[in-house]
């Protein structure tokens, strides 16, 4: 009797909310979404290492928000998921406070949010149209839509590829090796198959009360998750890859550029080249600085060009640093310069400092969107940097050796992008500045995607950042070493420059394509069934 009574809890909860719509319902199962994402995943601390498993029920909810009675409730409630989970994943941008404009970035989280909450909604009622119009194939059907609604985000001016949910299991390293094969879209499809089957088996039991067919399947897709993690176990366990090696020295500054005035640039110049002085006692084959180290327009400014260059002569070791830089613009345009965020390569020996310019630059923050389109919109004052778009990427070669591919922040979040350009380097550089996050959710989930680049192109990674997590990593996406948050440091380690072949870095995002094949080939069934009855 107890247990009959204990089994009617959910079924009793299920009609309270169909009854009552509570709004605080969507809201609360939107922060429970937040609990797959970094750092509830051993980052912060030991305790969460086993958290990446929840991500196989955060969107249980969504589901069960999506298939409402009234199509009005769910539309609205699947959006307040939407922005809940947004906001849980995004709350850390208004942290960046430059005087003057924190109301902006206040509203422009806002914006973002309910921007990205819309992904959320779509996502929702794609699930309730399959559920109802494919109820043998949604447990197919509703993934490959999912990863087709992810990959629409890093598409277009507005691209802001940052909350894929496969990022949700990165950190367990066996796992994650699948994405060897299929990168971060096959990692979410699998989560949302593990979802959809939670889903059932809990209807299931619900319905009938007693397991069936479904927590079968649940069972055995479990048992498959544990096959594929005894393979990226064994993958992890496999001999080191013998080939050259490089010694890199990462600067780690934490300058605080929040509060940036008058002698501020003399300061920072002065503590980096301390830094840069004290990594060069190891003899390493390059130093690599953060994004925005030097935070002026350093190859146009002589005196800090020529001091940079002192910098190289007394320390003989090439150097990889982050700075600005401007070109003229051409004639008739609405600019007279055009200005880049850009990565420097400095030779031993060399006075030439070779740029690379970011080529993903954040909507609204480093750039506004669809300005090539409509000019006029270069006029608006948004607050953002207003920079121009890198148009193609370079190689920085280092002796005889290294062949390092730079990115600059926002880059490392582009799959496509890291893939084409790791093809033909053997070391990945991604220099950054989540300083303006302080210690919040948003350096750890930038640290987390850069090395599942790693695992993904069988590569190794240097990462440099302002304020941390600045961090070595090898091939299979394991940390060598890393800094802690908010420290002024050092760090110096050697990574392989032996690439590992996978599966992605041949054929690229092809579990797109085919979640693209699957959902043609339903829709067109569909209609074939419409139209012949």
Known sequence: MRLSAFSSIPQRIVHWYTVKNPWYVPVVAGFFYVLGSPPFNGQLHPAFVFFPVVSFLICVPLFGLAIH????????????????????????????????????IVLGVLLLTLYEGLFFTVNGLLFRYAFKRFPRSYALIVPAWWVLVEYSKSIGEMSFPWDYLGYSMTPLLPFSQVSSMTGIYGMSFIIVVGNILVWRALRERLARGKMGKN????????????????????????????????????????IDQNHWGIGSLDTSFGAIESQVLTASRDNPDVIILPESALLCYLVKRPSLRNRVIGWSEKIKIPLILGSLDWEIAPPRGIREYLVYNAAFFLDTGSTTFQPYYKMKLVPFSEALPFQGIFPILSRVNLGQADFKRGTKQVIFRVGNTIKAAPFICFDIIYPSLVRSAARTANLLVHITNDGWFGRSSGPYQHALMSQQRCIENGISLARCANSGITMLVDQYGRIISKTRLG????LTGAVSLSRVPTLYSKLGDWPVALSAAIVLIQLLLAARRRFTN
């Open 69 to 104: 009675p009234s199509l009005k409730r769910s539309v609205l409630h699947t959006y307040i998921f939407g922005i809940s989970a947004s906001l849980g994943q995004l709350y850390w941008i208004a942290f960046v406070t430059p005087e003057g404009l924190w109301h902006l």
């Open 215 to 254: 927590t079968i399947a649940l069972a055995g897709f479990a048992v498959l998750l544990c096959v594929v993690s005894f393979w990226g176990w064994c993958r992890l366990r496999a001999a080191p890859v013998a080939g050259p090696k490089a010694k890199i020295a990462l600067v780690q500054p934490n």
């Open 487 to 490: 420290e002024r440091t050092v």
